[in-house]
């Protein structure tokens, strides 16, 4: 494992709040920090399509970050997000160990925004 790739540093949000919903069904409160982590950001080419007459571009990624098999990555959810070079990134699935031991954590990652 290259330490040099796992340089981004990365905070980890959960939405925090009472866990009530606003009219449209998302949950009402602000974003609060969960912890801090080096991680390891790889980016997919973005995508544009057309949604109700809109066009959107969305953005994927892969997120690996260093834990242990009780580290506090394994507690991150897939309605989290984390921020990472200057970006939030909405996590949308939950952790897994790519390769087995236990040595990193895997996140899909998605960003995305109405084009003008």
Do not use: H
Not at 49 to 64: M, N
Not at 85 to 104: H, V, Y
């Amino acid at each position: 494992m290259a330490a040099g790739k796992y340089r981004d540093l990365v905070e980890f949000q959960r939405k925090g709040g009472d866990g009530g919903r606003d009219q449209y069904g998302n949950l009402s409160g602000d974003w609060e920090d969960l912890f801090e982590a080096r991680g390891w950001l790889r980016q997919t080419p973005g995508k544009e399509q057309v949604a109700a007459g809109r066009l959107e571009a969305t953005a994927t990624a892969t997120l690996r970050v260093r834990s242990s098999l009780s580290g506090p990555a394994w507690g991150v959810k897939g309605g989290d997000r984390v921020r990472v070079r200057g970006w939030p990134w909405d996590i949308k699935a939950a952790p897994i160990d790519p390769d087995g031991r236990g040595e990193t954590v895997e996140f899909l990652l998605e960003r995305g925004e109405a084009a003008e």
